[in-house]
């Protein structure tokens, strides 16, 4: 086998007209953002672009998703190796802050977290990838609703995962690393996350005569303060975890005691004796704080998020391809796993996985991921996309080889 050929065959360059192409996507995407299952507009142009390069898909995934195959036609599947690659779709409800051409033209809906770049970058992605001869299958997996968290589990469901598909790669714009780098790490790199509601429900009354009333304010006050000794006191301080209250809502008057509050938020842990443990204690302070106020405390758990888990085997294709597109000494460690979520853990539950993050530099004047500023510098479409296109290539070169010998 010629190696050299090979060799330089497998890092695609992204040229500048591609990159154009990519970036206006991503810029087009910006300015028309769409909140989770609701990528109408988004799910179209991808359909269209994908037409455009002459790739057949399939649309309506968990509603707006779209997964498109290379390589076989869906009718053959499956075929021999098969990788998937993959591209959440959707925005936030926050309101777009920046001053720059392409901002958000939806009141209140912004690409705040780099969804809009990672459908450009997997479109730039089947861009190199339809001019290439493949030895097997490559699925775009254009995923909805990945901030809502459960688009994932959703296509899954639907069957996104069948046709002998083998692996899963995708990657994440993060403005903590320089643009130009990947990060790519073995075993676990982000948290579960465990959204709750908690509903505390007393005794309205007058004001002055509390004795007559059961004060749902007070007793939530302090569940709220008591469950912030779950991770300083009960948890191993050498592993991570987070108790967040993001919302607490009650009363109606300053001279009425309150009957219900409303609370929500969420745990983030990323060891599983750790989330068992906080999970447990969660409804001992419940139960405990609830019997000293004399109030009803229920607690709701939503659309919970595994740990997302890079296996060995995909994490190794992912560190071989990262090299060939940036160079060695520009692949590197996130450290230690990110408490956020990514609904690509649901992947990984059946498939063997790797999530890497594409480093991207942070325009002056902009702001953090998930904020009304967020932006990131565009080189990174071409780092991306590139690397996208070289894990699937070098899976299938890997993984596919033997069994495509009988073909
Ligand atoms: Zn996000
Ligand atoms: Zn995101």
Sequence with gaps: ??????????????????????????????????LSFQECRT?????????????SYRNGWAGTGVIATLGGSVGQLPCSGHVGLRADMDALPIQDQKSVAYASRIPGVTHACG?????????????????????????????????????????????????GLEVVFAGHIDTHYPTGTITVDDGVICSAADPFSLRVVGKSGH?????????????????????????????????????????FQAGEANNVIAEVACIDGTIRSNDHEVRRLILDGMQRICDGVALQYGVEISITFHDCLPVVVNSSKATKVARCAAR???????????????????????????????????????????????SGRFDFDED??????????????????????????GK
């Design 115 to 163: 969804h809009d770049g990672h459908v450009a970058m997997l479109l730039g992605a089947a861009a190199i990838l339809s001019k290439r001869p493949l030895t097997g299958c490559v699925s775009l997996i254009f995923q909805p609703a990945e901030e809502h968290g459960n688009g994932a589990e959703k296509i899954i469901k639907e069957g996104a995962l069948k046709n």
């Design 43 to 55: 799910s179209l142009l991808i359909q269209e672009k994908l037409t455009e390069l002459g790739i």
């Design 324 to 370: 060939r597109v940036i160079g060695e000494e520009l692949v590197i460690s996130q450290g230690r796993p990110s408490l956020g979520g990514e609904d690509f853990a649901f992947y990984q539950q059946v498939v063997e996985g790797c999530l890497v993050r594409f480093g991207a530099d942070r325009p002056l004047d902009s702001g953090p991921a998930h």
């Design 207 to 247: 004001a002055a005569r509390p004795h007559e009333a059961r004060d749902a304010i007070v007793a939530g006050a302090y569940l709220v303060t008591a469950l912030q000794t779950l991770v300083s006191r009960e948890t191993d301080p050498n592993k991570s975890a987070v108790v967040t209250i993001g919302r």
């Design 380 to 405: 990174v479409l071409a780092v991306g996309a590139s690397w996208l296109a070289c894990v699937a290539l070098q899976w299938l070169k890997e993984n596919g080889e033997n069994k495509s010998h």
């Design 1 to 34: 086998m010629g190696t050299e050929n090979v060799e330089s065959d497998m890092a695609p360059v992204v040229d500048r007209q591609l990159l154009e192409w990519i970036r206006s996507i991503r810029r087009t995407l910006h300015q028309y953002p769409e």
